[in-house]
């Protein structure tokens, strides 16, 4: 069973950054990862994916410029570093993992909060 442990998390002010990382607890065919955050009260939304492969990413449209998803194949990790970060971007951060390109996230992290003070 591969385990994800995410770390990075803390309080910043509006404007600063943090640098989350994702690692998996052993080596598996992995297609995709990325990162989704839940804010109080409100739903799980989806912030970044990449292909495990390729590199290839893709954000929501709220976190575009600000936020990068990258990815060490050799250590097993994937990074969210984000930039610019805005009160509304307060949520637990969850990191996932799919060995399939489509469908659902076969594994999920614990989650990190992060918080942004105004």
């Known amino acids: 069973q591969v385990q994800l442990v995410e770390s990075g998390g803390g309080l910043v002010q509006a404007g600063g950054s943090l640098r989350l990382a994702c690692e998996a607890s052993?080596?598996?065919?992995?297609?995709?990862w990325a990162w989704y955050r839940q804010a109080p009260e409100k739903e799980r939304k989806f912030v970044a994916v990449?292909?495990?492969?390729?590199?290839?990413?893709l954000y929501a449209d709220s976190v575009k410029g600000r936020f990068t998803i990258s990815r060490d194949i050799a250590k097993n990790t994937v990074y969210l570093q984000m930039d610019s970060l805005k009160p509304e971007d307060t949520a637990v951060y969850y990191c996932a993992t799919g060995l399939l390109p489509l469908g659902d996230y076969d594994y999920w992290g614990q989650g990190t909060q992060v918080t942004v003070s105004s």
């Open positions: 052993e080596r598996s065919t992995f297609s995709r």
């Open positions: 990449i292909s495990w492969s390729s590199g290839n990413t």
